[in-house]
């Protein structure tokens, strides 16, 4: 949460300190609570050790935009509905409702670590 209002980079890796993309969002956010998470949404995806259907997620799983294996986007879920992302380059890092994403694809099953 403390990087909400940061940039938004895809074209320069997205890993930080200044700006993130997605994956490179959760990577930092998880690595700053000691857990190495690899690089990609696809791959954070398929590494976690646990799934769970979207209806029991909980604060901190991460949920996933297309189809497996190649998912496009990746988020946290922070519980209420609601996500912290790096989605929108207009928008920077932001808190931003599941129900706004309508059109994006959610993957049925959020991951675990």
């Known amino acids: 949460m403390s990087k909400v209002g940061a940039p938004y980079f895809y074209q320069y890796g997205g890993t930080g300190p200044n700006g ?3 994956s490179g969002l959760v990577q930092t956010a ?3 609570a000691g857990k190495y998470l690899p690089r990609t949404a696809a791959q954070q995806y398929a590494a976690a050790p646990v799934h769970v259907p979207i209806s029991q997620a909980r604060r901190g799983d991460l ?4 189809t497996a294996p190649g998912f496009y986007h990746v988020a ?3 519980g209420n509905g609601q996500v912290v992302q790096a989605l929108n380059p207009d928008e920077g890092i932001g ?3 599941l129900s706004w994403m309508a059109g994006m694809q959610l993957h049925p ?3 675990r670590y």
């Open 30 to 32: 998880f690595a700053a």
């Open 95 to 97: 808190v931003t409702q």
């Open 76 to 78: 946290i879920y922070l």
């Open 20 to 22: 993130f993309d997605c």
């Open 109 to 111: 099953y959020a991951a």
């Open 63 to 66: 949920l996933v935009w297309g």
